[in-house]
């Protein structure tokens, strides 16, 4: 939060909360497959409470975020003012227009990193949900 506050002081536009990956990619193995209940659908919403009442700039919150109603949560009860998305779009890319036209199932990605596999291997990135049982 401290960091927050230096940055915000020295005029970021937004900070993006996020654990991003303490491992190299090479090494990096499949963990954290998709929770069904959305209490436990946040990663970072704990940490979001503290940096919201510590900094005014906006704050963008990621991290196993799956469902729409739980993406609209945030940002309704004001832990979040944007959302950011990145396995659910790499499984969906059009999940944001499914949502905007009524759709608001909880997105496909099931969170087993599957994607990460063939961009490794210079094969681009997509999602490859089989992966995950058959490991790295």
């Known amino acids: 939060v401290q960091v927050a506050g230096l940055l915000e002081a020295a005029g970021i536009d937004a900070i993006e909360l996020s654990g991003g990956m303490s491992l190299p990619v090479s090494k990096y193995f499949f963990s954290r497959v998709s929770k069904t209940d959305s209490k436990e659908e946040v990663y970072y919403r704990d940490s979001a409470k503290l940096y919201k009442a510590k900094i005014s700039v906006p704050l963008i919150l990621v991290g196993g975020i799956r469902s729409y109603e739980v993406a609209s949560e945030l940002v309704e009860k004001e832990l979040a003012d944007y959302i950011s998305l990145c396995r659910p779009l790499i499984r969906e890319p059009d999940l944001i ?19 990460f596999k063939p961009a490794r291997a210079g094969k681009g990135l997509y999602c490859n949900p089989m992966v995950w049982r058959s490991g790295l």
């Open 97 to 115: 227009k499914r949502w905007q036209d009524g759709d608001i199932k909880k997105a496909k990605c099931i969170s087993c990193n599957g994607c």
